[in-house]
T-cell receptor, first 112, second 111 residues
């Protein structure tokens, strides 16, 4: 699986959009971008994933650049409960199960 | 739909003892993954079971082992416990090509 690079930490004011970047310059054509988050001492929570088109769900939006070498997770209206470590992972979807390799992630701190 | 359940939530063992952690995946999920997260550190991949078989293991010594039962539930066994085995152990299940669903973890403390 390709390696990802994320900033170690970010701050965001409550109510503002949080934009979390991820670089995956060695991504292969069949690798998807997945985002998870982990709130303190809980199990990680799946947020969203995509291949090349932008994706949106009730939690967030995922913007993937045209060359697929980077992506941005957008939390449109961050709240204090969004304070967590956010992990960007790339993974091949092969029609069978496969393991996820977590990096160090971005620690997002949402403040008043 | 019930999520991934792990038991026990907390476990205290003495150095040299054995620990057994259990995981029940979401109904219909055939793959179970185990991760270790030491305090303040990232998630380290431990083991992956699918359809009762061990598919992959991370860079951990053989005293970390496990199995998956016919109902797809799983056990993680840690033998000859060492102090540095103290960590949050997370289990996840998934369907192929889907996101993982994690349990709340078992916090193992070795004293």
């Amino acid at each position: 699986d390709a390696k990802t690079t994320q900033p170690p930490s970010m701050d965001c004011a409550e109510g503002r959009a949080a934009n979390l970047p991820c670089n995956h310059s060695t991504i292969s054509g069949n690798e998807y971008v997945y985002w998870y988050r982990q709130i303190h001492s809980q199990g990680p929570q799946y947020i969203i994933h995509g291949l090349k088109n932008n994706e949106t769900n009730e939690m967030a939006s995922l913007i993937i650049t045209e060359d697929r070498k980077s992506s941005t997770l957008i939390l449109p209206h961050a709240t204090l409960r969004d304070t967590a470590v956010y992990y960007c992972i790339v993974r091949v979807n092969t029609g069978t199960a496969s393991k996820l390799t977590f990096g160090t992630g971005t620690r997002l701190q949402v403040t008043l | 739909e019930a999520g991934v359940t792990q038991s026990p939530t907390h476990l205290i063992k003495t150095r040299g003892q054995q620990a057994t952690l259990r995981c029940s995946p979401i109904s219909g999920h055939t793959s179970v993954y185990w991760y270790q997260q030491a305090l303040g550190l990232g998630l380290q991949f431990l083991l992956w079971y699918d359809e009762g078989e061990e598919r992959n293991r991370g860079n951990f010594p053989p005293r970390f082992s496990g199995r998956q039962f016919p109902n797809y539930s799983s056990e993680l066994n840690v033998n000859a416990l060492e102090l540095e085995d103290s960590a949050l152990y997370l289990c996840a299940s998934s369907l192929p090509d889907r996101g993982y669903t994690f349990g709340s973890g078992t916090r193992l403390t070795v004293v």
